[in-house]
């Protein structure tokens, strides 16, 4: 019975964090080689059945076993309810080569690719499928995905800019049958400068280190 409860509570977790009766945050980093990092929230408003499930049986430490997988590392959990008992779950992970998330349970309801381009260039995509769930019509549930890429931003189609970072927002009722998520850019090349004048620093200042303690050990004269 025990085994069929916890069987239970791990399809209840991975369906409600895919379904369409949350807001869904994605904020990427993503690197020339394809690691990164990725902050993900899932966000139940105030009153919502599931949130409160969620709320009972599972805490941080149970999160982190049900979502544990080798092709990420988990950073960090939290969970967090406001004054008006909405629910937030605070997921933090880093990759080795985002491409991997398509093999995990995490992310089945994306398809993620990163190809080469033209010459010295990367193309990244990213599929949203559309949600099995008919969100309530009187909430306005969104996916928002934000990234920021390690190099020039050659074409895009996020619906806007801030800094570096760019973003996508998608209501439920605006996904219809997927979306895309479309970015070029030119990796940026290792900046070894930084490097070379630490490196250079330490040098000069172990040679006056050494220069100094001869200095100091003149032979005796006689």
């Known amino acids: 019975m025990k085994n069929i409860l916890i069987l239970f509570l791990s399809v209840l977790l991975f369906g409600v964090l895919f379904q369409g009766c949350l807001n869904y945050t994605q904020k990427t980093e993503l690197?020339?080689?394809g690691s990164g990092t990725m902050k993900l929230s899932y966000a139940f408003p105030a009153g919502s059945e599931t949130g409160r499930t969620i709320t009972q049986d599972f805490d941080t430490a149970r999160i982190r076993k049900e979502?544990?997988?080798t092709l990420f590392t988990i950073d960090k959990?939290?969970?967090?309810?406001d004054s008006g008992a909405a629910l937030t779950i605070n997921i933090d992970i880093s990759f080795k080569n985002i491409r991997d998330l398509n093999n995990t349970r995490l992310f089945n309801l994306f398809d993620i690719s990163l190809e080469d381009g033209a010459p010295g260039q990367m193309k990244y995509q990213q599929y949203i499928r559309p949600s099995g769930e008919k969100p309530?019509?009187?909430?306005?549930?969104?996916?928002?995905?934000?990234?920021?890429?390690?190099g020039e931003m050659i074409t895009h189609n996020a619906h806007r800019q801030e800094g570096d970072s760019y973003i996508w927002e998608f209501k439920y009722d605006e996904i219809g049958d997927g979306k895309y998520i479309e970015a070029t850019f030119?990796?940026?090349e290792p900046n070894y400068l930084p490097l070379y004048?630490?490196?250079?620093?330490v040098s000069v200042g172990i040679g006056g280190f050494i220069a100094a303690k001869k200095k100091k050990k003149k032979p005796a004269v006689s």
């Open 77 to 81: 959990i939290e969970t967090k309810i």
């Open 197 to 201: 004048i630490a490196i250079g620093v």
């Open 67 to 69: 979502i544990f997988d």
């Open 31 to 33: 690197n020339r080689d």
């Open 186 to 188: 030119a990796p940026q």
């Open 136 to 150: 309530d019509p009187r909430i306005l549930f969104f996916r928002k995905f934000i990234f920021e890429f390690d």
